[in-house]
């Protein structure tokens, strides 16, 4: 039996494959970078970093988010600078230290063969190249940092079952308390990976008991100072929130799971043949720390099917307030989940195959997708049309609430106090030229303005900002530009 220096040395000729992949998949994160198109909640996320610090924390108070990635944010772009670019690497840089903290737990392990090493790549690129992950690094909001403190959460729940010590149970409630102070809906995860700790750790020992009480407790003790805030905005969500709910939209939740490339049904029933296995698998073997893993995997794997069920239950018992992107968070565990199941397939190559396959499909598949997402040109197009156009005092307006309240600032900036809700310009006194950017889908009556004494001319028909309204992805928002002068 080799010795431990014997296997650290072993280990260490598998390091150098994981850095090329980390370093390649971070490389691929960044080209998709250097844009400057965003939509309406990434353009919220801006400006509210950009106030001083008590204005932003009256901001906060008031939305319906918990604060902690606006803190992060702040901090780490008032080092580097408010630069949109520095805004997207906040959000890449989770996704790749999750990769990374998942690498050192594998070396750690000191389990680390030519097989696992396959696996551990493939996870890799899976958790930083498909659909979700792409969107996660590029999507300046809160979601790839509840991803990280979710997998760093599930990973110690399942040390802290193993080995109840001072470190893990410190690492465990810490990065429980982080992921839940970044969203609420991560804060229902790490609900559910509170119950499967308490359950298995009861089931393990009852003196545990005692233990679960007091972790439990000192969780809610870390969360207490943010908890009537928590209350307050959850009160708010339930009398008015914008999200609506069909029954189309869960398979919309399933498909999500996967991303939008690879086929729902084609999915869904490799997962089921893998837990088939899973099962198969566990009343075979003797071996407890195997049976233990293979546990620990399909618990991963289920956090993303509870929460949907659980988001469904909320959106017709009380009021739709659940969307596909509030669970992309645990997919970070869920993927751990399949191939943790995987690599107990020892003998059939035939499944690394079709993986590779199928995992080199969603990449091409989602990276062109989000390259088209990322690069599209028209915001540019739109700003370079238009800015010539302005003089200092014109107006500019739309009949899209969160295009004029958002949107028109970030593309033309320092016009905060031009930019207008078309509805609430007197047009009877105004005799400012206006730039209305008019929703259309939903046009509005213009002989108004015309009885107003405006001439009206479409000089431009565009779009711009990447749209996630109502539970669905709408594509962009298309408008007509029209300039409107007192005759």
Not at 315 to 326: A, C, D, H, K, T
Request: hydrophobic fraction near 50%.
């Amino acid at each position: 039996m080799r010795s431990l220096n014997q296997k650290n040395k072993v280990n260490k000729k598998y390091i150098y494959p994981i850095i090329v992949t980390i370093v390649i998949c971070t490389i691929l994160q960044i080209i998709l970078s250097f844009n400057h198109n965003a939509w309406c909640d990434e353009i919220f996320s801006v400006n509210t970093v950009k106030e001083n610090w008590p204005s932003m924390w009256n901001i906060l108070v008031n939305d319906v988010h918990p604060p902690l990635y606006y803190i992060i944010l702040k901090l780490i772009t008032e080092i580097f600078n408010y630069n949109f670019w520095v805004f997207k690497l906040v959000s890449i840089l989770p996704v790749i230290l999750n990769v990374i903290f998942i690498s050192i737990v594998a070396f750690k392990s000191n389990k680390i063969n030519s097989k696992n090493i396959i696996w551990l790549i493939i996870y890799i690129i899976t958790t930083t190249l498909t659909s979700n992950f792409l969107w996660l690094g590029m999507e300046v909001r809160m979601y790839s940092w509840a991803m990280l403190f979710l997998t760093i959460s599930g990973v110690y729940a399942y040390k802290l079952y193993k080995q109840f010590n001072k470190t893990n149970l410190i690492i465990f409630i810490l990065s429980s308390l982080a992921a839940a102070l970044m969203h609420y809906w991560a804060l229902i995860m790490e609900c559910i990976i509170y119950l499967y700790l308490f359950i298995f750790m009861y089931i393990k020992n009852r003196k545990n008991l005692k233990r679960i009480i007091m972790m439990i407790l000192v969780t809610i003790l870390g969360y207490s100072w943010w908890l009537p805030t928590a209350i307050k905005q959850l009160l708010t969500v339930k009398n008015d929130y914008w999200i609506l709910f069909s029954v189309s939209d869960i398979k919309i939740f399933l498909n999500k799971i996967v991303g939008d490339e690879v086929s729902i049904y084609i999915s869904l029933f490799l997962v089921v043949i893998l837990l088939f296995f899973a099962i198969y698998k566990y009343r075979k073997i003797q071996d407890k720390e195997i049976k233990e893993n293979i546990i620990f995997s399909i618990l991963l794997i289920s956090i993303p099917f509870i929460t949907i069920l659980i988001g469904i239950l909320f959106n017709v018992l009380m009021r739709p307030i659940f969307i596909e992107r509030y669970f992309i968070p645990c997919l970070g565990l869920f993927w751990l989940g399949i191939f943790s199941l995987l690599s107990y397939i020892d003998k059939n190559k035939m499944v690394i195959v079709i993986t590779v396959i199928l995992l080199v499909y969603m990449v091409i598949i989602g990276y062109k997708n989000k390259w088209i997402d990322e690069y599209d040109k028209g915001a540019e197009q739109t700003v370079n049309t238009i800015l010539p156009l302005l003089k200092d005092d014109d107006l500019l307006a739309s009949n899209y609430n969160h295009f004029y309240l958002n949107v028109l600032d970030f593309y033309f900036p320092n016009r905060k106090e031009n930019i207008k809700n078309i509805n609430d310009i007197n047009f009877k006194d105004e005799n400012r030229t206006i730039y209305y950017f008019e929703d259309s889908a939903n046009p509005i009556d213009k002989n108004k303005f015309i009885e107003n004494g405006y001439n009206i001319k479409e000089i431009y028909k565009g779009n711009i900002d990447i749209q996630q309204w109502n539970g669905k992805l709408s594509g962009r928002y298309n408008f007509s530009v029209y300039k409107m002068e007192k005759t």
